[in-house]
Nanobody, 123 residues
Framework: QVQLVESGGGLVQAGGSLRLSCTVS????????MGWFRQYPGKEREFVAT????????IYADSVKGRFTIARDNSKDTVYLQMNDLKAEDTAVYYC????????????????WGQGTQVTVSS
């Protein structure tokens, strides 16, 4: 059974930084393109960033481009989301996910999900 566990969320002031981590177990991590999504209360989960199996291709939502960086370490079965210059509107629950086949911005193409980690940015 594939399991994803996020960590690194918390409370930070606007302009600050956080790094989220997501460790995968139960299967070969390098098989999966990985993504980060976030969810506001009462809203659907939205795409943040995604990275290919080998890490050579990344895609970002326009709202985070230039501020967030997705990376992965296949030797550690972990994907990261470095978040810089955080804004109040980045406050959300962040989820990592493993895609079924291809790098994708569509949440429907992700097969496995973590439990989420709260990020709160105070203004």
């Amino acid at each position: 059974q594939v399991q994803l566990v996020e960590s690194g969320g918390g409370l930070v002031q606007a302009g600050g930084s956080l790094r989220l981590s997501c460790t995968v177990s139960g299967d070969t991590f390098s098989r999966y393109p990985m993504g980060w999504f976030r969810q506001y209360p009462g809203k659907e989960r939205e795409f943040v960033a995604t990275i290919s199996r080998g890490g050579g291709e990344t895609i970002y939502a326009d709202s985070v481009k230039g501020r967030f960086t997705i990376a992965r370490d296949n030797s550690k079965d972990t994907v990261y989301l470095q978040m810089n210059d955080l804004k109040a509107e980045d406050t959300a629950v962040y989820y990592c996910a493993a895609a079924d086949r291809f790098i994708s911005v569509h949440r429907e193409t992700y097969k496995y999900w973590g439990q989420g980690t709260q990020v709160t940015v105070s203004s």
